[in-house]
């Protein structure tokens, strides 16, 4: 059974920084599609952004040009580096692995639980 947990959410004000971290329980992540989700109150789950097997990025246009995807295979975690954060950024955020080593919207089996990310103005 493959276990992620997300670390790293926090308050912050508009135009701070995080980074959001999810560890893997397993080494077979870095095969496969990951990726970061968030949902604020009311809302749906957005992607926010997904990072396939060899490592290419992909962005939701609200987030592009502010955050980075990434993995560290040595310590089996996928990061999120969240830059310029607005008052829309706030949400529950999640990391989900995915099925395949390409990323496609339906294609996520494990989820984490979520780490809160609360953005001031």
């Known amino acids: 059974q493959v276990h992620l947990q997300e670390s790293g959410g926090d308050s912050v004000q508009a135009g701070g920084s995080l980074r959001l971290s999810c560890v893997v329980s397993e080494d077979t992540y870095s095969n496969v599609c990951m990726g970061w989700f968030r949902q604020a109150p009311g809302k749906e789950r957005e992607e926010v952004a997904t990072?396939?097997?060899?490592?290419?990025?992909t962005y939701s246009d609200s987030v592009n040009g502010r955050f980075t995807i990434s993995k560290d295979k040595a310590k089996n975690t996928l990061y999120l580096q969240m830059n310029s954060l607005k008052s829309d950024d706030t949400g529950m955020y999640y990391c989900?692995?995915?099925?395949?080593?390409?990323?496609?919207?339906?294609?996520?089996?494990?989820w984490g639980q979520g780490t809160q990310v609360t953005v001031s103005s």
């Open positions: 989900a692995q995915g099925l395949r080593g390409y990323c496609y919207t339906a294609g996520f089996g494990y």
């Open positions: 990072i396939d097997a060899v490592g290419t990025p």
